[in-house]
């Protein structure tokens, strides 16, 4: 039998049980909490985890310790059962802030990663063929701009933005195909493959590239860039979770796509709008912030309100062109947000850049002496 904790695989070798394993496991539902003890933990990954009167004997690489408790909750029932690990407040922040550490220092724009693997692409054979067809897929997978004003279309990039990784996982027990985070750690593991293997100097350069005679200049930065955009792809989920228990959980996500066949970013910070909290009887509303570079038009921001069915839609274009083009556009936006049955308030276009919403601060350093 095997069970899912966390994402991760308990194969179980042998289980102890007074009341039987496949009686009880089958009482469980969905939502509810278990109580458990870690009884033994090996370095070979053998596991012996006490649930109840049960001793749940098996594999896994979790991270835990000898005489652990944890917290499980049911999360599926069925074949495979999945659990999943309820922290404290305190466990919590201190596996946050343990993150940060990790990926604050390394973490940096996901957009030259793909722009190198683009021009590692055009070049002749700088990478091994297996990496240099893992790259071709992954850009191939990119979202066309056109396709994201399909709301279906969307809601599919917004899922397979890498954010909802370790979810899926949990419920499914494998990634999406087109999940970024998941390509960006087979990318990570076959770069780190390829540095590792020996380097040949003798080869013409009619010979096609092979894990040992790869560019390893390419491959090194390509390397360093994968590890930066994976990075910053976990200090999203970082800043998408919420920030105290009674919290609505912003989004923040940044969503890979190709204009014109070339790549380009989409930035999205999703979160409820405060603005009005001192009118009375004021509709609760939400605030999106979207940052988009089109091609030669330049840094475009817009933040869109959606209070009710009433719309608002701000945009900053840092070159003047652009703004006056957005700008006689207005009025065909006003008539797309009535078609679909919002009402437009306020829609204007401006030269410049925004205010953009802070970063989240993270308290990651103890100052005191």
Do not use: Y
Request: glycine residues 6%.
């Amino acid at each position: 039998m095997t069970l899912f904790i966390d994402g991760s695989r308990l194969t179980l070798t042998s289980v102890v049980s007074a009341g039987g394993t496949a009686a009880t496991m089958s009482d469980w539902r969905v939502g509810q909490l278990l109580q458990a003890t870690v009884d033994s933990l090996s370095p070979d990954g053998a596991i012996a985890l006490r649930l109840g009167t049960q001793l749940l004997e098996g594999r896994s690489n979790l991270p835990l310790r000898p005489g652990q408790s944890l917290t499980l909750q049911v999360a599926q029932t069925g074949t495979p059962v999945v659990l999943r690990i309820v922290p404290d407040a305190a466990a919590g922040a201190d596996s946050i802030n343990r993150a940060l550490r990790q990926v604050l220092p390394r973490q940096g724009e996901i957009r030259p990663l793909l722009d190198g693997l683009a021009g590692a692409m055009r070049a002749p054979g700088p990478l091994p063929p297996t990496v240099a067809a893992f790259a071709n897929r992954l850009l191939s997978s990119l979202p066309d701009i056109q396709t994201l004003v399909v709301p279906g279309e969307l809601k599919q990039a917004l899922h397979d933005s890498g954010l909802f990784l370790e979810a899926h996982l949990a419920r499914d027990s494998a990634a999406p195909e087109r999940d970024l985070k998941a390509m960006l750690l087979q990318l990570q593991g076959m770069l780190r493959n390829a540095a590792a293997a020996p380097v040949r100097h003798d080869l013409p350069s009619s010979v096609p590239p092979t894990p040992d005679n790869a560019d390893t200049q390419t491959v090194a930065a390509l390397q360093h860039r994968t590890d930066a955009a994976l990075a910053r792809v976990v200090m999203n989920q970082i800043d998408s979770l919420p920030r105290d228990a009674s919290a609505t959980t912003p989004l923040v996500v940044e969503l890979p796509l190709r204009w014109n066949d070339q790549p380009a970013m989409l930035r999205l910070h999703i979160e409820p709008d405060d603005t009005a909290r001192h009118e009375k009887n004021a509709t609760p509303g939400w605030s999106v912030w979207l940052s988009l570079e089109p091609g030669d038009l330049g840094p475009v921001h817009c933040r869109l309100q959606l209070r009710g069915e009433q719309v608002s839609a701000t945009f900053w274009a840092e070159h003047e062109t652009t703004a006056a083009l957005f700008q006689e556009n207005l009025e065909k936006l006003g008539l797309g947000f009535k078609q679909e049955g919002l009402t437009p308030h306020l829609l204007h276009c401006q030269t410049g850049k925004p205010p953009l919403p802070a970063p989240r601060r993270h308290d990651v350093l103890d100052e005191r002496a």
